[in-house]
């Protein structure tokens, strides 16, 4: 089966640091994406790991650990606009994407 | 603006008509996925088109739906009869294929929003 866990909900205080983290279990496995989702909008394209490791890009990281099942998404510094959804996602192979429920983070000042 | 664009945004209908949606994809974009997310979860695959030519299917797209994409460019997704629990948002999503192999990044459009009175 697909499986994808992320907590449901975050708070965190602005200027601080957040880690939101992912376990997945599915058939296939190619690669991990982060999406960031603000309510009614679109989800838009954060990262994409495909090895083990930290990518860094700017205030945001994204860790992978292919044998754990694991990935997280490290927010610095974080800013009022970072409240949102942030959604895991599995690309399974075949051209399938298989998204986690998403975690809704609220940044506090 | 060259993004994805969906048609209509909203769409509020009654149970039993027949509903259609468009998305006209990023340009040079050659695959063009449908997802159907309801609040609270995220997006769940419904159907992919590789050009014209719809390669895989969702066990959640019943005989109601159909998706198309007539000349790989724009496509369309029609739902028959429509049902309460089909209320949802509608996101479509293309990618530039740049290997065979793996998923590319999906850009994603705004939605339609569908409510099933």
């Known amino acids: 089966g697909q499986n994808i866990d992320q907590p449901t909900e975050m708070t965190a205080t602005e200027g601080a640091i957040v880690q939101i983290n992912c376990t997945y279990q599915?058939?296939?496995?190619?690669?991990l994406f982060w999406y960031q989702q603000h309510a009614g909008e679109a989800p838009t394209f954060l990262s994409y790991?495909?090895?083990?490791g930290l990518e860094e890009k700017g205030r945001f990281s994204s860790f992978l650990s292919r044998s754990k099942g694991y990935s997280y998404l490290l927010l610095k510094e974080l800013q009022m606009k970072d409240s949102a959804s942030y959604l895991c996602?599995?690309?399974?192979?075949?051209?399938?994407?298989?998204f986690g429920a998403g975690t809704r983070l609220f940044v506090k000042a | 603006d060259t993004g994805v664009s969906q048609d209509p945004r909203h769409k509020i209908t009654k149970r039993g008509q027949n509903v259609t949606f468009r998305c006209d994809p990023i340009?040079?974009?050659?695959?063009l996925y449908w997802y159907r997310q309801t609040l609270g979860q995220g997006p769940e695959f419904l159907t992919y088109?590789?050009?014209?030519?719809?390669?895989?299917k969702s066990r959640l797209l019943s005989d109601r739906f159909s998706a198309e994409r007539p000349k790989g460019s724009f496509s369309t997704l029609e739902i028959q009869r429509t049902e309460q629990g089909d209320s949802a948002m509608y996101l479509c999503?293309?990618?530039?294929?740049?290997?065979?192999?793996?998923?590319?990044?999906?850009?994603f459009g705004p939605g339609t929003r569908l409510t099933v009175l």
């Open positions: 599915t058939s296939g496995f190619n690669g």
């Open positions: 088109f590789q050009n014209e030519a719809q390669l895989e």
């Open positions: 340009s040079e974009h050659n695959r």
């Open positions: 996602a599995v690309d399974t192979g075949g051209f399938k994407t298989i």
């Open positions: 790991n495909v090895l083990d």
């Open positions: 999503a293309s990618s530039l294929e740049w290997s065979t192999s793996s998923t590319d990044t999906q850009y």
